[in-house]
């Protein structure tokens, strides 16, 4: 069984930092590629960043180009997300999800809420 933690969510002012992690259990996480998708409040599901198995190739929507940075530790089974400049319109439940296109899939942990105001 699929199973995701995410952590290092919260409270934080425009313009400062977060690092998120997510613990990964299940599956043959140094195999699969992973994600990070985020749903603002009162909006769908959206995709923020991907990474290939090898750390080697990544993907970051345009609203986060050159702020967010997605990495991951396959000997530890965890993925992160390196949160910096955020914005109030970074305000959103931030899961991690497993494959490429992790907005399409079920595969997705219980998410950590991310609140940027100041």
């Known amino acids: 069984e699929v199973q995701l933690v995410e952590s290092g969510g919260g409270l934080v002012e425009p313009g400062g930092s977060l690092r998120l992690s997510c613990a990964a259990s299940?599956?043959?996480?140094?195999?699969?590629?992973m994600s990070w998708v985020r749903q603002p409040p009162g909006k769908g599901l959206e995709r923020v960043s991907s990474?290939?198995?090898?750390?080697?190739?990544?993907y970051y929507a345009d609203p986060v180009k050159g702020r967010f940075t997605i990495s991951r530790d396959n000997a530890k089974n965890t993925l992160y997300l390196q949160l910096n400049s955020l914005k109030t319109e970074d305000t959103a439940m931030y899961y991690c999800a497993k494959g490429w296109r992790g907005e399409q899939g079920n595969d997705r942990g219980q998410g950590t809420q991310v609140t940027v105001s100041s």
């Open positions: 299940g599956f043959t996480f140094s195999s699969s590629s």
């Open positions: 990474i290939d198995s090898g750390g080697g190739n990544t």
